[in-house]
């Protein structure tokens, strides 16, 4: 058997970082080194492992990163990425970044930091969704120029503690079918008021937040007299928490470099 990866999850007490501790300790290809949050966290002290709904783990949920780590997965807030981005890069540890809603200076540090250490970063580790960011780009190919026109729209669906609009996945299926349109395709977000005729060169955007949602994407293809809708939702968060431990294991031994989750699903 091989030594098991040690394991920091960053973001450890949150939905998402309870279900990746969860599934971690779950499975013999990790341990967890460390479950990561910040100081103010109310839950500071408690053990990580009855936080997560399992046996106790032996390890406290703590706000300083240990030294002997193999890889990072995080599942945190756009405020804790610099830090966290920092910490791996003084430790030289592979990292996964789930967190979605970072600002374009914070992708441009991952990028640098890429250039130093092997990082996944991807708006949704779900393997269904990224399957259908493949479809979309297809139907998006075959569709465009098509007489009468296509209307493209993106409806996402969310729990109500969700802290930003649109999802990172819906900004990231904008931004992969627009590939496949003219150049200049606009990006509407909502629509109010007497905003005439829809144009064209537009992909619009819904983001709705509706009670425990774990995750919901519409992409309406709408022609005259007929419509695709292609819909990918998830039943519950371990299907990110799964994808994100996957990016883990296949990140151990990889080059330096800013890696996506079709990279690791072999989809690119
Ligand atoms: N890529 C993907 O597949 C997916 C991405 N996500 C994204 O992951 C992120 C987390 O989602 P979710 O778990 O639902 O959110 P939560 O708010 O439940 O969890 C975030 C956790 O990070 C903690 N945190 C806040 N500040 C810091 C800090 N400075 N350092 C370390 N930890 C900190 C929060 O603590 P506190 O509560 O005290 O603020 C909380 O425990 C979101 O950006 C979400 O969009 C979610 C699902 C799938
Ligand atoms: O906050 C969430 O819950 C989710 N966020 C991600 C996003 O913004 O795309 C991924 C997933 O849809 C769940």
Same mark, same amino acid.
């Given at each position: 058997?091989?030594?098991?990866?040690?394991?920091?999850?960053?973001?450890?007490?949150?939905?998402?970082?309870?279900?990746?501790?969860?599934?971690?300790?779950?499975?013999?290809?990790?341990?967890? $080194?460390?479950?990561?949050?910040?100081?103010?966290?109310?839950?500071?002290?408690?053990?990580?492992?009855?936080?997560?709904?399992?046996?106790?783990?032996?390890?406290?949920?703590?706000?300083?990163?240990?030294?002997?780590?193999?890889?990072?997965?995080?599942?945190?807030?756009?405020?804790?990425?610099?830090?966290?981005? $920092?910490?791996?890069?003084?430790?030289?540890?592979?990292?996964?970044?789930?967190?979605?809603?970072?600002?374009?200076?914070?992708?441009?540090?991952?990028?640098?930091?890429?250039?130093?250490?092997?990082?996944?970063? $991807?708006?949704?580790?779900?393997?269904?969704?990224?399957?259908?960011?493949?479809?979309?780009?297809?139907?998006?190919?075959?569709?465009?120029?098509?007489?009468?026109?296509?209307?493209?729209?993106?409806?996402?669906?969310?729990?109500?503690?969700?802290?930003?609009?649109?999802?990172?996945?819906?900004?990231?299926?904008?931004?992969?079918? $627009?590939?496949?349109?003219?150049?200049?395709?606009?990006?509407?977000?909502?629509?109010?008021?007497?905003?005439?005729?829809?144009?064209?060169?537009?992909?619009?955007?819904?983001?709705?937040?509706?009670?425990?949602?774990?995750?919901?994407?519409?992409?309406?293809?709408?022609?005259?007299?007929?419509?695709?809708?292609?819909?990918?939702?998830?039943?519950?968060?371990?299907?990110?928490?799964?994808?994100?431990?996957?990016?883990?294991?296949?990140?151990?031994?990889?080059?330096?470099?800013?890696?996506?989750?079709?990279?690791?699903?072999?989809?690119?």
């Amino acid at each position: 058997m091989n030594t098991p990866i040690q394991l920091a999850v960053h973001g450890a007490a949150g939905r998402m970082g309870r279900r990746v501790v969860a599934l971690a300790a779950a499975d013999p290809d990790f341990q967890i $080194a460390a479950a990561i949050d910040h100081a103010d966290n109310p839950h500071q002290g408690e053990d990580a492992g009855s936080l997560a709904g399992i046996n106790p783990l032996n390890q406290t949920l703590v706000s300083q990163w240990p030294t002997a780590i193999d890889a990072v997965v995080d599942f945190s807030l756009p405020q804790a990425i610099d830090d966290c981005i $920092a910490k791996c890069l003084f430790a030289k540890v592979p990292l996964v970044v789930a967190t979605t809603g970072l600002s374009d200076s914070q992708k441009s540090s991952l990028a640098k930091a890429a250039e130093s250490l092997p990082i996944v970063w $991807a708006p949704s580790m779900s393997m269904a969704v990224n399957l259908s960011m493949k479809v979309a780009q297809q139907i998006t190919e075959k569709m465009a120029g098509i007489a009468g026109g296509v209307d493209i729209e993106i409806i996402e669906r969310h729990h109500r503690y969700k802290a930003d609009a649109p999802s990172g996945t819906a900004l990231k299926f904008g931004e992969l079918i $627009a590939e496949k349109l003219a150049d200049g395709t606009k990006h509407v977000h909502g629509r109010e008021g007497h905003t005439g005729e829809r144009t064209q060169n537009e992909i619009g955007y819904h983001a709705v937040r509706v009670g425990d949602n774990p995750g919901e994407h519409t992409i309406v293809f709408g022609m005259l007299g007929e419509k695709i809708e292609l819909n990918v939702a998830a039943s519950n968060r371990d299907c990110y928490a799964s994808g994100a431990l996957a990016a883990a294991k296949w990140l151990q031994g990889k080059g330096n470099g800013l890696y996506n989750m079709f990279d690791v699903l072999g989809l690119s």
